[in-house]
């Protein structure tokens, strides 16, 4: 069954630097976003993609954070600069056009020390 | 705004028992639609069930049922024959129709005792 890959599985930085997460959503999709979800909370949209731009993006998705789809099968998150309260896990989701169900990856572990 | 309330933090129950997991949400909106995803120690957020606001026939899948009260704004989870590999965290969301966010309940610890 096709799924949602996400590299790598956790990633250490270090405060200021820059990161970039991974995802390679299912093939046939059209439509990504990112999600994030600090240790203990919920889960909290931070952007939706298609047709190679934003389509919607939270108050949490400042000029920090950029996406990208560089080419036809990854799509990624740039953070500049991060910040100690950037630490959470990162998801990626996915979907196609019909059913409206997102594919969730099994997410990126974000450390910033 | 949409919210997704889910007031019960943890809960857990003997193997083969039936579970009811609870969710209310609010929304100004008639079309949407609602899920239940599973977040097991893995991490990983599965899908478990989707209902569309416009049916009144209650989604199911196996063992997973939904009880779908438009009209409360209630969306409850129920589990049948309960096994182990159902120990997760469980997540109700909601996402309006023509909308791509994803809103997310604080959800529910699930524990299954053998």
């Known amino acids: 069954e096709p799924e949602v890959t996400q590299t790598p599985s956790h990633q250490v930085t270090q405060m200021g630097q820059e990161v970039i997460l991974r995802c390679v959503p299912i093939?046939?999709?059209?439509?990504f976003y990112w999600y994030r979800q600090i240790l203990g909370q919920k889960v909290e949209f931070l952007v939706s993609f298609y047709n190679n731009e934003i389509s919607e993006k939270s108050e949490i998705f400042d000029d920090q954070f950029s996406v990208e789809r560089p080419d036809g099968s990854n799509f990624t998150l740039k953070i500049r600069s991060t910040k100690l309260e950037d630490s959470a896990m990162y998801f990626c989701?996915?979907?196609?056009?019909?059913?409206?169900?997102?594919?969730f990856g099994a997410g990126t572990r974000l450390s910033v020390l | 705004a949409q919210t997704v309330t889910q007031s019960q933090p943890e809960m857990s129950v003997q193997e083969a028992e039936t579970v009811t997991l609870s969710c209310t949400y609010d929304?100004?909106?008639?079309?949407?639609?609602l899920f239940w995803y599973k977040q097991p120690p893995s991490r990983q957020m599965i899908l478990v069930i989707r209902q569309e606001a416009y049916k009144q026939q209650n989604a199911t899948e196996n063992r997973f049922s939904v009880n779908f009260q438009k009209a409360a704004k209630s969306f409850s989870l129920k589990i049948s024959d309960s096994q182990l590999g159902d120990t997760a965290m469980y997540f109700c969301a909601f996402i309006n129709f023509g909308n791509e966010k994803l809103t997310f309940g604080t959800g529910t610890r699930l524990t299954i005792i053998p």
């Open positions: 929304t100004s909106e008639n079309n949407y639609y």
């Open positions: 989701a996915s979907r196609g056009g019909a059913k409206n169900i997102q594919y």
């Open positions: 093939s046939n999709h059209l439509y």
